[in-house]
């Protein structure tokens, strides 16, 4: 079945700890997303990529760093600059068609500072 | 700046009820809206997309209708289940500079008690 996969399921990061988490998918879309979720607020964009090589910020990108060197793959790290990083993270793609079609997430990875 | 209101944030209903929860945008230049279903802890399930030059689209027990001049949309569930019990989020596709952007409501939380 194609869908997006997320892994881990849980991280846990420490103190000045850089982590990358994993997004793939298996559904020959062009765009893929990253948002944050926190309790209380609405997702928040972090990154967004439209095509293989390129990426562009979103609304939240400060302390957060992405690569797109595959279609199916975008990964994203979360370095120690980014000062408040315990949330839930979820990735999505779309095809170009994303006004047709709109856009399919992962299940998420919840991201924790011990 | 889009912004996305739903109220209420939350409600309890009994089995079998019918019920309709709400989606206000600010900004009527979109190009679609759409409705995620969220269990605790969980990714998003697309459950309705509506295009901006159509009224509703339906999906089973759900009904989704959009008024795009009032900033407006519904979703309404039939005959309510427990298994129905989750968070339902609306977001809009919208024109953000030279790009598309999804704008994300807080969310509903709804409870179908037996």
């Known amino acids: 079945d194609g869908g997006i996969t997320q892994s881990p399921k849980y991280l846990f990061r420490k103190e000045g700890q850089n982590v990358t988490l994993s997004c793939e998918q298996n559904?020959?879309?062009?765009?893929m997303y990253w948002y944050r979720q926190d309790p209380g607020q609405g997702l928040r964009l972090i990154y967004y990529?439209?095509?293989?090589?390129?990426?562009q910020k979103g609304d939240i990108a400060e302390g957060y760093s992405v690569s797109r060197e595959k279609k199916e793959s975008f990964p994203l790290t979360v370095t120690s600059a980014q000062k408040n990083p315990t949330a839930f993270y979820l990735c999505a793609s779309s095809t170009r068609s994303v006004t047709s079609y709109g856009y399919t997430f992962g299940s998420g990875t919840r991201l924790t500072v011990v | 700046k889009q912004e996305v209101t739903q109220i209420p944030a939350a409600l309890s209903v009994p089995e079998g009820e019918n019920l309709v929860l709400n989606c206000s945008f600010t900004?009527?230049?979109?190009?679609?809206l759409q409705w995620f279903r969220q269990d605790p802890g969980k990714g998003l399930t697309s459950l309705l997309l509506?295009?901006?030059?159509?009224r509703e689209q339906t999906s089973g027990r759900l009904n989704a209708s959009l008024d795009k001049s009032s900033g407006r949309s519904t979703l309404y569930i039939a005959a309510s289940q427990p298994g129905d019990s989750a968070t339902y989020l609306c977001a809009v596709l919208g024109l953000s500079g030279t790009a598309s952007k999804l704008t994300f409501g807080t969310g509903t939380r709804l409870q179908v008690t037996l």
């Open positions: 900004d009527s230049a979109i190009y679609n």
């Open positions: 559904l020959n879309h062009d765009a």
């Open positions: 509506i295009q901006s030059s159509q």
């Open positions: 990529s439209q095509i293989v090589n390129d990426f």
